[in-house]
């Protein structure tokens, strides 16, 4: 398995930057819509968890999958599956990512009780950013 989002974006605190560093990949239940062209959103990145590459699925409490290259990991240790299902998500959470016509879209999850309970976007933009999804343009 290799780092297939590894340049995919990161969301930072004053908007989405860079793809530097780990993260945790982030599935919306339902999907968001993008407030610019309507199409669904279903895949997100953050880095307010705990930044393992795992991958949140919002209505389940333990990450739902682990989107890193173990070798790669500077973080793997003794019983990573175990750490990674006792792993839960802060009350709020913010993600980001370009929706499939290039619009920003930055949401906060919400978790109660550890459990991602629902997601609103906060932030878009409706000027399409092709030349952060494609540097080679
Ligand atoms: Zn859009």
């Not at 062209?37 to 990450?63: E, K, M």
């Not at 709020?92 to 109660?112: K, P, Q, W, Y």
Request: with cysteine; glycine share 10%; net charge negative.
């Amino acid at each position: 398995m290799t780092f297939d989002n590894a340049e995919r974006l990161v969301p930072r605190e004053n908007g989405i930057i860079g793809s530097m560093g780990t993260y945790d990949d982030y599935e919306p239940i339902p999907p968001l819509t993008c407030p610019v062209c309507d199409v669904s959103v279903g895949h997100l990145q953050g880095t307010d968890g705990p930044n393992r590459f795992y991958r949140w699925r919002q209505g389940d409490a333990a990450p739902v999958g682990f989107g890193g290259s173990p070798e790669d990991l500077p973080f793997l240790e003794d019983d990573f599956v175990g750490k990674m299902e006792a792993s839960r998500l802060p009350e709020d959470f913010r993600m980001g990512t370009l929706c499939d016509n290039a619009h920003v879209i930055e949401a906060i999850g919400h978790a109660s009780h550890g459990v991602w309970t629902h997601t609103e976007i906060v932030e878009f933009d409706w000027r399409p950013r092709h030349r952060f999804r494609d540097p080679q343009q």
